[in-house]
């Protein structure tokens, strides 16, 4: 079984940053694809930005020279620096990874999410 947990989230004034961590665990053969997305109340779930196992990004217009994001494939960890943060990117963030078990099996995982909210 792999489990994602993130964490790091809370609450953030507008201007402020925040760094959520999402921690990969289990029988893990590798990972490929990492992303984080993000689902506001009222909202469908929407992708911010994701990372190939070799370092290439993408990011939603949305959060683009705000957000960065970044992996340390050693630990299984992706992280996500938000800077600058602003009342619409208030949300429960998401991270997802495209994993690689033993049995040489794909499957995507979702982690259970961690809020952010940017208020004064």
């Known amino acids: 079984q792999v489990q994602l947990v993130e964490s790091g989230g809370g609450l953030v004034q507008p201007g402020g940053s925040l760094r959520l961590s999402c921690a990969a665990s289990g029988v893990i053969s590798s990972i490929s694809a990492m992303g984080w997305y993000r689902q506001a109340p009222g909202k469908q779930r929407e992708l911010v930005t994701t990372?190939?196992?070799?370092?290439?990004?993408n990011y939603a217009d949305s959060v683009k020279g705000r957000f960065t994001i970044s992996r340390d494939n050693g630990k299984n960890t992706l992280y996500l620096q938000m800077n600058s943060l602003k009342p619409d990117d208030t949300a429960v963030y998401y991270c997802?990874?495209?994993?690689?078990?033993?049995?040489?099996?794909?499957?995507?995982?979702w982690g259970r999410g961690t809020q952010v909210t940017v208020s004064s």
């Open positions: 990372i190939t196992s070799s370092g290439g990004t």
């Open positions: 997802n990874a495209d994993v690689r078990l033993l049995s040489a099996a794909m499957k995507k995982y």
